[in-house]
């Protein structure tokens, strides 16, 4: 009996989870365009155009840096739109929305026998508005289960205005107002605002 | 005045014999008594003499006298009887060529009727030089047929030979050969196909479903193994044994559509252990005379303890086990 359950752990020891994402999933990333650094944005509405029931895939609410944008492997291309629910900034406009457009090749591929076989994407081409984004960068194009951002999407954002207060001491390293710790807390949720390039 | 005249022709006459014997020494030979006796034996008798022809003896494979006791069948080598150059432990007790085997390794039998996916049969040819070096080929075939529970392909290999070839070295090479604790490497070759089927696809954000086979894909692969075994004589020229492996790949071919998980001779892609169980025939060699008399008197004599302390007489004979005579003669003979 021990020597059979010591084979059959042998024989079955190659069947452990899959490490990477069974699929290949690219990541998305938020960042200020002017500090380069990552940003949490709590108020948009992030969906494919043309999911089904008009799901989404971040929701105004949720406190977003990085998410997953999965691509369809039955088409070409994918599209994707983004909603600011900024009210008190004005952008709350459906026109304001910006759109990202990937298009892209598929090919069959078989990574492991844990993790199975899906499809691998490359990506051909980037195209999107700039209502509030600034500009979009793409890490890698050649989008497989391995768990990394592959896009970072730079938006124009306005730091939040405080009123001053002369017991403050403007200098002080803690303050929020002192012009070195501008756009470097990603915690704090960012404020956006919609910019006129000069 | 006589006195002094005596004086000095003692003198003069002494002077003279002392001038003489400074200008010729002379070293005259005394001989020893002990002389006569020196290297010789007064106790020796004409019959003292070892007559090598009269003694059961045989020669090992460097060459030397080995000197048989008719008794307890010990051998004993007869370092008399050859020169300093050839004093050394002999390197090899075994033969260049002393056997060859055949086997079978029933590991991946084994191993699917215990839910492995993959592997089929291997057999393997060795040639034992001096019981040490034991070059080594292993041919086998694989195959695998997978679809696991819950993943979304089914892989597959047809019916694929693999070859290894490489040596074993014998730590145990001037030991008993019926057992062998040895190591040795493996260079291993494999050229197969494997497909990647009913691959599905289903759900998700995007609510879609796809099912497609990837292309058929066509690899070489090489890879080397590590070994450590044991191998223990069961039954006449039948012994068993296992080994351990660590392997590693060495080249691959470049797979478009993904690397393949088993690999005929290699086994499963993940994981860089494994084992062989197997079951050999020995053919033994036809060895030298001598040889196969020393092996037959040391094997075939009683053993210690079931011999009378006593002294064989002229003229006794003995029989060995498997049939061998054995006279004593006269020292007069």
Known sequence: MALAAVLTGLAGCNTSGCENNRSALPMMGFYNIRSGEPVILDSIDFGGVGAPGDSLLVSSGESTQSFYFPLRFDYTS??????????????????????????????????????????????????????????????????????MERVKVFFRLAEPETPDDPNVDPDNPDNPDNPDNQGKDPEAPAQLRREVRL | ????????????????????????????????????????????????????????????????????DTINGREVKDTASVSSDSTSIPKMKYPLFYSASASVDIW???????????????????????????????????????????????????????????????????????????????????????????VTLQGGYWDEEANFNLPRQSVNVSYLQVLFGLRVKVWKQISMGWTVRYKTILHESECNYGKPWYIPGYGSRKGAITGSFSVTYTIPFRHHETDTLAAALSSDLPQ???????????????????GIEITTESPNN
């Open chain 1, 78 to 147: 994918t599209a994707f739109y983004i909603h600011y629910d900024y009210k008190e900034q004005g952008l709350d406009d459906p026109a304001l929305n910006d759109t990202l457009t990937f298009s892209y090749s598929t090919k069959p591929f078989f990574e492991s026998e844990e993790c199975g076989a899906y499809y691998v994407y490359h990506i051909d081409g980037l195209k999107y508005t700039k209502h509030l984004i600034d500009s979009v960068a793409i890490v890698d194009s050649l989008i497989t289960s391995y768990d």
């Open chain 2, 108 to 198: 991946d039998p084994v191993m699917r009727a215990f839910g492995q996916h993959y592997g089929l049969i291997e057999f393997s040819g060795e040639l034992n030089l001096h019981n040490r070096y034991i070059p080594v080929v292993e041919i086998g075939l694989g195959q695998a047929d997978y679809t696991p529970d819950d993943n979304n392909y089914t892989y597959k290999v047809g019916l694929t030979p693999y070859f290894r070839v490489g040596m074993n070295y014998n730590f145990l090479y001037n030991s008993n050969p019926d057992y062998m604790v040895f190591a040795g490497l493996r260079y291993g070759w494999s050229h197969f196909n494997f497909d990647v089927e009913n």
């Open chain 2, 304 to 322: 210690k303890g079931e011999v009378s302390d006593a002294p064989l007489a002229p003229g006794d004979t003995i029989r060995t086990r498997s």
């Open chain 2, 1 to 68: 005045m006589r006195r002094g005249f005596y004086l000095a022709v003692a003198f003069a006459a002494a002077l003279a014999a002392t001038t003489m014997v400074s200008g010729q020494r002379r070293v005259t030979r005394v001989d020893d008594p002990r002389s006569g006796l020196q290297g010789k034996n007064e106790n020796r008798n004409p019959a003292d003499s070892i007559d090598y022809s009269k003694l059961v003896h045989s020669h090992d494979e460097m060459g030397n006298v080995i000197l048989i």
